[in-house]
């Protein structure tokens, strides 16, 4: 069953991908500028940009450069930058696990701040407790990632003469290092998707322990520890996790700007230097990966549910 759910699943993931292939591949192409004309700035004749435009393929009709661009996107090939002249794909390998490390980190740490608070919330329902963990939630959400990124950089500095590490520290080289140089943009990251996962935390528990089997789990004389967690955290947790898929969207559309201001060469950092010089394949290789991982990733949140619900059959 489980397999014929995946194959299904997968069939209907090839539509949306293919619509999302026409979005990635036309909207750079609407952003104001030409990348020949950004190429040749000091050239200013007409000949030079015909020649630039017709050797990189960008003469040719708009349906044609697609249907060229997503035949080898299928067998795996992005093309080529139009700056380094590189492959997009050998490009994205050097640049992909900094972005998945700094991803990867957020997310634990989103879980981390965001299931303890969220049981503790409701747990203690209109307490003390309650009450700082939904002011605090609402304070997460509320706070722009970029404003406090920088907020923690320059307050720092001026306060005591500490900023954190700019530039890159090479896990090989510094492992420490690394690790504490990457903490601070995961956990700026982590905040609001944790503030965001800790209201549904606490409100999925709540309606989970109003109902009839958590009562009757109380009367046998179970302890707090084991209703919350065994009986009532478990079925809370089925829709957490779905809001959780859904927030990797939002933790990579946030390491752009994350990976600029700490000067990390991930993946984001890469796009928002591709968006500024008109770099096309690039724009479209990143989009299309980003696109392909959060299609992954929820059929992953799908798959988990039958992990998590004994009830649910595929």
């Given at each position: 069953?489980?397999?014929r759910?995946?194959?299904?699943?997968?069939?209907?993931?090839?539509p949306?991908l293919?619509?999302?292939?026409v979005?990635?591949?036309?909207?750079p192409r609407?952003?104001?500028?030409?990348?020949?004309?950004?190429?040749?700035?000091?050239?200013s004749?007409?000949?030079?940009?015909?020649?630039l435009?017709?050797?990189?393929?960008?003469?040719?009709a708009?349906?044609?450069?697609?249907?060229?661009?997503?035949?080898?996107?299928?067998?795996?090939?992005?093309?080529?930058?139009?700056?380094?002249?590189?492959?997009?794909?050998?490009?994205?390998?050097?640049?992909?696990p900094?972005?998945?490390?700094?991803?990867?980190?957020?997310?634990?740490?989103?879980?981390v701040?965001?299931l303890?608070?969220?049981?503790?919330?409701a747990?203690r329902q209109?307490?003390?407790?309650?009450?700082?963990?939904?002011?605090?939630?609402?304070?997460g959400?509320s706070?722009?990632?970029?404003?406090?990124?920088?907020?923690?950089?320059?307050?720092?500095?001026?306060w005591?003469?500490w900023?954190?590490?700019?530039?890159?520290?090479?896990?090989?080289?510094?492992?420490?290092?690394?690790m504490?140089?990457?903490?601070?943009?995961?956990?700026?990251?982590?905040?609001?998707?944790?503030?965001?996962?800790?209201?549904?935390?606490?409100?999925?528990?709540l309606?989970?322990?109003?109902?009839?089997?958590?009562?009757?789990?109380?009367a046998?004389?179970l302890?707090e520890r084991k209703?919350?967690v065994?009986?009532g955290?478990?079925?809370?947790?089925?829709?957490?996790?779905?809001l959780?898929g859904?927030?990797?969207p939002?933790?990579?559309?946030?390491?752009?700007?994350?990976?600029t201001?700490?000067?990390?060469?991930?993946?984001?950092?890469?796009?928002?230097?591709?968006?500024n010089?008109?770099d096309?394949?690039?724009?479209?290789g990143?989009?299309l990966?980003?696109?392909s991982?959060?299609?992954?990733?929820n059929?992953?949140?799908?798959?988990?549910?039958?992990?998590?619900?004994?009830?649910?059959?595929?």
């Amino acid at each position: 069953m489980l397999k014929r759910y995946l194959a299904r699943r997968l069939l209907i993931a090839i539509p949306s991908l293919v619509i999302a292939s026409v979005i990635v591949f036309t909207l750079p192409r609407l952003i104001p500028g030409d990348a020949v004309q950004l190429m040749l700035a000091e050239t200013s004749y007409a000949k030079d940009i015909d020649e630039l435009r017709a050797k990189l393929g960008l003469d040719r009709a708009l349906h044609v450069q697609y249907a060229e661009w997503l035949g080898r996107a299928v067998r795996g090939d992005l093309g080529e930058s139009l700056w380094t002249r590189r492959p997009v794909m050998q490009e994205l390998g050097q640049r992909l696990p900094v972005t998945a490390e700094l991803a990867l980190y957020a997310t634990v740490i989103a879980l981390v701040i965001a299931l303890p608070i969220g049981v503790l919330a409701a747990a203690r329902q209109d307490t003390i407790a309650d009450y700082v963990a939904r002011s605090v939630a609402i304070l997460g959400l509320s706070l722009p990632g970029f404003w406090l990124a920088t907020l923690l950089i320059v307050m720092p500095a001026i306060w005591w003469g500490w900023r954190p590490l700019t530039g890159f520290v090479d896990f090989r080289q510094d492992p420490l290092g690394h690790m504490v140089q990457m903490l601070l943009p995961a956990l700026i990251l982590g905040i609001a998707s944790a503030a965001a996962l800790m209201r549904l935390t606490r409100g999925m528990l709540l309606e989970a322990l109003r109902q009839d089997y958590v009562r009757t789990a109380w009367a046998k004389g179970l302890t707090e520890r084991k209703v919350i967690v065994k009986h009532g955290l478990r079925n809370a947790v089925i829709p957490v996790i779905t809001l959780l898929g859904t927030q990797l969207p939002l933790i990579l559309g946030g390491t752009v700007v994350i990976e600029t201001i700490f000067g990390l060469p991930g993946v984001s950092r890469f796009l928002f230097d591709a968006i500024n010089q008109r770099d096309y394949p690039v724009i479209q290789g990143v989009n299309l990966l980003v696109v392909s991982t959060v299609v992954l990733v929820n059929l992953g949140v799908d798959v988990l549910y039958g992990v998590l619900d004994p009830r649910i059959r595929y």
